[in-house]
């Protein structure tokens, strides 16, 4: 009997056998997601103007690839915001020009290998849906349907997202899915059914359709239980009738969606993209950190045409690693998202840069994954300031956390470990960190300040920022407002060399007795007169309290001014004594981790990482001729070992103090200390 090439595919996509079960040998097992450290993501958002969707697409092509990358899990594409299924189906909306079934290569490829399988599928932003099916749409506050989005109070999640991932799910075998398209871009539904739900539920006796308007953060919160039902239910409906399938919603129980995470989902994940990667990178993976469940970052493999008129750029093996770093240094996964031609192929100059990216994470894989914090600094994260003054249902955020993302950046340039403490998890774990910063959110809550309160009582020490937080805390920093807070005007504050504009919102304050003035800031580019008190400290009998009454984080945001870095280093060494030390350039981050009992020392170089769409890619990073460290022990270590390569490194101890020095620091190197 002749087997055609095109019967073993669909002979795969049925879960019979495949070649190698032919012959009696059985393929390898895929990993679970919890087990999966490094993967690919595929997605075309295909549509009609796609003439010949896998027409150049190889089996023998996707073999070179996974034995190239050898990652553990790849997502294909499955269905993209237009909401056009990439495959055969007969549930549809099928892409009308479908040459070659890709999902069947892809499955019979990643079988063979013991790779997992996951898809790409949009769900709330499906245009074809709401296309074909108008009463399927949420409804705007013109009266209008949504053009792009489906209504989470409406049939579409169980008329038509559910059977395409269950045929998807059976026809392919699948592993998992990916759903795109969620937590981002849903939004409030002024329809019937949520309009009289909504009254129902309140007794008000109108819907909201401003921000303005009476119940509008009522409004929002209806909007978002009605999300976590439409996500919950589909997981678990996924669950039910395909218990092999691990699913996650993108960006859920990121800093989106700042919440404790008692959904259902399998693992978290978000796909970070624009102009500064490595920032997002930064705040996203010590927050997903924080959720105790299996979580990755994906990194685009270009940078996206919307930040260049050119079209997208596509970054080199170096610039990925950079990336790579940031995300593992924090105990997570990695993978990053390319797209094949519209038709399929894959381009060897593309698998040579995924591959090299691969052995990069690789090499760091058992000295970085699940690793868990060493507390030292937290920055507060605050979701009762985004859910009540943001007027949107979830992120981004835009500029509304610019002030977490602040004070973030300039931390870690001033070399201290930091890690992103949500409110939520500020009762359980925040009395683990010598430090907790308040960035100038507005509003953080009564339960945040109490706890914060609890936690200078026993011995924390809090960095309090901005004009509402200083005014709040007013009574445990020992100071006296001066009239309201406003726009400061012209101001700088000064660095070590030079100085730093640092206009924004400030609040006068007048020292009560026991405080002490950290530094001034100025009306004018003289710093010999008419200072204005910009940071202040109170000792206590339980600790250390101090106050920056205006903006910085947002300021440092905005500029990266490296006299402003030094500013906030100055009043942030007055209130505790950091594990480690760094004398390195601000470009090399410092993180504190455990991997079992040994302690670990992660070094970052982010020299010239990309913050412009006209940089919008780099292939060299000078590597740092050296870096000297200094860690407070009470006993010195049995060795010292830089990975990965396994390098011992000479060191000294006298005092308490271990101190070494490192070099080159090209990428991201983890110093390891056994027997401390």
Known sequence: MTIRRRDLIATATAGLLLPGEMLGQSPPKAPRRADSFFGMHFD???GPND?????????????????????????????????WLGYPSQVGPSAPNIVQDSLAIWREATRERGVALYIHFSGVWDTQAVTRHPEWAAITR?????????????????????????????????DGVWVDGECWAVRPDWGEKPRQQFLTATGLGRVPEYPTDPGWNEWLEFHREQFRKYVRHYVDEMHRSHPQVQVASNWLYSTMVPEPPELPVDFLSGDYLGNAPIAGARIEARYLAQN???????????QSARGNPAGPVHKPSMQLEQEAGVVLAQGGGFQVYYQPSREGHLDDHFIEVMAKVGDFCRARQPYC???????????????????????????????????AKGWLDALLEAHYSVDVLPDWKLASHG??????????WKEIGQETENELRKLAASGTALLIAGAENTRQ???????????????SGEIYVRGREIIAPARGFWQAVEPLPGTTILDYRFRRRDTTKDGVIAAILRVTPAGRVAAVPGNLGEVYAETHAPAMRQFIQGAASKLFAPMASLDAPSTVEMVLRRRGEVLQVHLLNTTGMQVAARYAALDFVAPVPQVTLRLRLSRAPRRVTVRPGSVRVPFTYDAGVLTLQHGPLALYDIVELEGE
């Not at 105790?292 to 270009?302: I, R």
């Not at 859910?387 to 979830?394: A, G, I, L, S």
């Not at 009395?431 to 100038?440: D, F, K, M, R, T």
């Open 44 to 46: 075309l958002h295909p």
């Open 431 to 440: 009395a683990s960190y010598p430090l907790i910063v308040v960035p100038e």
């Open 51 to 83: 003439p010949a969707l896998g027409k150049d697409l190889r089996k023998e092509q996707v073999l070179r690839f996974l034995d190239a990358v050898k990652p553990n899990y790849v997502q294909y594409d499955c269905k993209g915001h237009a909401g």
């Open 369 to 403: 994954w699940k690793t868990e914090t060493v507390p030292q600094v937290a920055v507060l994260y605050s979701r009762n300031s985004l859910y009540r003054h943001t007027n949107k249902m979830f992120g981004g955020w835009g500029d509304f956390d610019l002030c």
């Open 473 to 487: 805390f007013a009574d445990l920093l020992g100071l006296r407002m001066e009239g309201e807070a406003g726009d």
């Open 292 to 302: 105790g469940k299996s979580w990755d970052l994906m990194a685009w493999g270009f």
């Open 142 to 174: 013109e009266g209008k349907g949504d053009p792009e989005k489906a209504s989470t109070f409406g049939p579409y999640v169980d008329a038509l997202m559910l059977p395409q991932l269950r045929e998807a799910a059976s026809k392919y075998q699948l």
